[in-house]
């Protein structure tokens, strides 16, 4: 965190604690300079800050004033999906989501991509660039079918964080998380079969389900401590489902990080109705606290647990890495992969081994938690402040996607082609549902950076919000 982002963070910590009221005037650029023995252009930079998250209100010729501000929304409500297994819908949604290219005009507050534009990602470049200068024939060639070694020895220990201990050979590196989840749902599920899912579920579990001819039932799901494990007990006792398919830690789209309690309650269920569990755990490197929440496979003891993750959502996502743990699906596992994607791309694994064993991933995992955490903070004050009242907002603990919900008779479908017209892409929430539900809810992201062209955007979503929801006279 840089010396104006912490000043920032001090004023901001002050006026929610009431010590400068609504509409108090803040101490001169000049005082607060003196008073934290830093430069005037710093203190600039947090009112700046502070500003663009509207917390703050500059007067000419008077200074900075604490702006009046409105309630913070709350957090959405346990959800309530149909209990009953269906076939997945939405393909078309979800393509004309995901299809919009990196380089277009359109400002795209709907994908899940990360900021690949950090500084602290440059090493990854010389590392790429490094192997291919000094023609390292391993780039070339095929290497084995788990995958490089020296990247599975990497992953095995990071994993340390998150209460495993693996070793390499427990390790299988896939072609992205996608590929580690479809992967995943074949070893453990035939056609016909159902997997229960949460509620709202990330549109790429869906699709998967979909591709496979697999059944899914969607499982309440609490927007603080995750999905309903009663609601999954009564689905457990009422249908033949195999297994179920999650994301505890910095969930997408939701936000929340499943209590440590309340995994290892899974785990027990999975273990009295002898039910696989898919933990995709893309996001939890990026959790805002320390350490790292735990994953649902530090509980397991008996191999039940695949945990499937990638360095698409902390590093890149056209490295195309990603790796299971498949516990005693192991087997299973890399029969799949043989026949389905068979040996992974050599050259960007060696690369990011190389860039983790250089110490250069937990730096850059640093600097990525607090840039995300600051973006969290200015795009829920522009949520607050250009829409309308009656929302509900998610409150992520990691990662860079946020949940709103607009109120239920609203159509996010019908207002993403509205906002297209002007070059704004949303993703709408029935992407995120089995039957097609939530359409009154939307998934942002929040990596995108806080200039004029992302607070404009916003302004201009709020508005049309705005709109939709009055009536015509």
């Excluded at 300079?33 to 917390?55: D, F, N």
């Excluded at 009953?84 to 979800?94: G, K, L, N």
């Excluded at 039910?275 to 893309?282: F, K, P, S, V």
Aim: net charge neutral.
């Amino acid at each position: 965190m840089t010396r104006y982002q912490y000043l920032a963070s001090l004023l901001e910590r002050r006026i929610e604690q009431g010590l400068y009221q609504s509409g108090e005037r803040l101490p001169s650029v000049r005082a607060l300079s003196s008073e934290h023995g830093v430069s005037i252009s710093t203190v600039q930079q947090a009112y700046h800050l502070l500003e663009t998250r509207q917390l703050i209100m500059p007067q000419p010729r008077s200074g900075y004033f604490v702006a009046p501000r409105k309630a913070t929304p709350p957090v959405p409500a346990l959800t309530r999906p149909a209990q009953r297994p269906v076939e997945i819908t939405q393909w078309a949604s979800v393509l004309e989501l995901f299809d919009t290219p990196v380089d277009s005009a359109i400002l795209n507050f709907g994908d899940g991509t990360p900021d690949v534009n950090s500084p602290s990602i440059k090493p990854l470049w010389k590392a790429m660039s490094r192997l291919c200068q000094h023609q390292d024939m391993r780039v070339m060639n095929y290497d084995s079918i788990y995958g490089v070694p020296a990247l599975r020895e990497q992953v095995a220990r990071l994993t340390v964080d998150s209460g495993c201990q693996l070793t390499t050979d427990d390790i299988v590196i896939t072609t992205g998380c996608q590929a580690a989840l479809f992967i995943s749902v074949r070893a453990v599920c035939q056609p016909g079969d159902i997997i229960a899912v949460e509620s709202p579920a990330f549109p790429g579990t869906m699709q998967i389900l979909r591709g496979l001819d697999v059944r899914a039932i969607e499982i309440p799901t609490d927007a603080v401590t995750g999905i309903s494990l009663e609601a999954l007990e009564l689905a457990l006792d009422q249908w033949p489902i195999k297994a179920v398919m999650l994301v505890p830690n910095c969930n997408n789209p939701l936000g929340f990080t499943m209590p440590d309690a309340r995994k290892k309650a899974l785990v027990t269920l999975a273990q009295r109705f002898d039910l696989a569990i898919i933990e995709d755990d893309a996001y939890g490197e990026l959790a805002y606290e320390y350490p790292r929440p735990r994953t649902i496979k530090s509980f397991d003891e008996d191999g039940r647990v695949l945990l499937c993750c990638s360095f698409s959502k902390n590093l890149a996502p056209g490295l195309r890495i990603g790796w299971i743990a498949p516990g005693r699906y192991l087997e299973r596992v890399i029969h799949i992969k043989y026949i389905s994607t068979g040996y992974s791309m050599a050259h960007p694994q060696l690369a990011v081994a190389e860039f983790i064993a250089q110490g250069h991933y937990q730096p850059h995992l640093r600097r990525m938690r607090a840039q995300y955490k600051c973006n969290l903070d200015v795009f829920t004050c522009w949520v607050r402040h250009y829409f309308p009242s009656g929302i509900c907002v998610s409150r992520p603990q990691g990662g860079f996607l946020m949940w709103i919900e607009l109120p239920e008779s609203f159509d996010t479908l019908s207002l993403n082609r509205e906002v297209r017209k002007v070059g704004i892409s949303i993703a709408a929430g029935s992407l995120f549902s089995a039957s097609g539900k939530y359409r009154n809810c939307l998934r942002l992201n929040y990596a995108l950076p806080f200039n004029d062209e992302t607070g404009n955007g916003l302004r201009i979503l709020g508005e049309t919000v705005s709109r939709m929801m009055t009536p015509p006279l």
